[in-house]
């Protein structure tokens, strides 16, 4: 694992954007991705970087525990999210609907995929982590957000 090469593609950020499984790594603990989840929340919190989330986010975090009947981990969750420091929750609003939209059009995303990216692209957010290989055929440079793939940085 490249933890130093992750930390630097994610360390000049003045804000970051997250994908919906990189939080559900960091919650679930699911390794290897949490020891690169915690580099995140580090530039969060001591780097004192701001972050992003769609209000998709909550939706894709929490079906999983609902399903489950996992009531601890959904109130656990929703805590996590309310304690992350300079987090904003953004709406999916007209103008993140139609970015979506021509994300969708141009890359052929999913409509989740898209709403998540339009979200990210609109709030100016330098950098989008994700590990959803689908954003792979998004063109960076139409976008004005770099996208980081945490796969990238696994040996």
Do not use: W
């Not at 995140?40 to 399903?67: D, F, G, W, Y």
């Not at 601890?72 to 970015?99: E, G, M, W």
Request: aromatic share 8%; proline share 4%.
């Amino acid at each position: 694992m490249n933890r130093v090469g992750f930390r630097k593609a994610i360390s000049g950020s003045a804000s970051i954007s997250l994908d919906s499984q990189v939080i559900i790594y960091h919650l679930e603990d699911i390794t290897p991705y949490s020891a690169l989840t915690e580099d995140i929340l580090s530039q969060i919190i001591i780097h004192r970087r701001h972050c992003n989330l769609c209000a998709l986010t909550i939706i894709e975090i929490m079906v999983k525990p609902i399903i489950s009947k996992r009531d601890t981990a959904v109130l656990l969750f929703d805590q996590f999210l309310n304690s992350i420091p300079r987090t904003s929750i953004l709406p999916v609003d007209r103008k993140v609907a139609f970015r979506a939209a021509r994300l969708r059009a141009e890359y052929n995303l999913k409509t989740p995929d898209a709403i998540i990216l339009a979200t990210a692209i609109l709030s100016n957010t330098s950098c989008f982590i994700t590990n959803d290989f689908e954003f792979k055929k998004v063109d960076p440079n139409g976008t004005g957000t770099r996208i980081v793939f945490m796969d990238d940085y696994l040996a």
